[in-house]
């Protein structure tokens, strides 16, 4: 069984600088690719950034040049680095895995607990 820990949360003035982490545990043969999504308040879930497990990154528009996304496949861990970060950052966070599951292409999608982040001004 497949689980995903995320970490890193919590309140930040408005400029200031968050790192998220998710944690996949569990036996699996490899990462396709993990995403963060996130949602506000009365809103949607969103992409934020994702990545594969080859390097590949993805991102919303408006967070492009503020956050980063990396994956350590050794630590089996994605991280989100926020930069700059605005009040309209302020969601909870969720984490989001394709995990290939062995060498015989089986595959599933995991859920994070999500994390909440809060930008003050």
């Known amino acids: 069984q497949v689980r995903l820990v995320e970490s890193g949360g919590g309140l930040v003035q408005a400029g200031g600088s968050l790192r998220l982490s998710c944690a996949a545990s569990?036996?699996?043969?490899?990462?396709?690719?993990m995403t963060w999504y996130r949602q506000a308040p009365g809103k949607q879930r969103e992409l934020v950034a994702s990545?594969?497990?080859?390097?590949?990154?993805n991102y919303v528009n408006s967070v492009k040049g503020r956050f980063t996304i990396s994956l350590d496949n050794a630590k089996k861990t994605v991280y989100l680095q926020m930069n700059s970060m605005k009040r309209e950052d302020t969601a909870v966070y969720y984490c989001?895995?394709?995990?290939?599951?062995?060498?015989?292409?089986?595959?599933?999608?995991?859920w994070g607990q999500g994390t909440q982040v809060t930008v003050s001004s």
């Open positions: 989001y895995a394709e995990i290939l599951l062995d060498a015989l292409g089986r595959d599933e999608d995991y």
């Open positions: 569990g036996s699996f043969f490899s990462i396709r690719a």
């Open positions: 990545i594969t497990g080859l390097g590949r990154t």
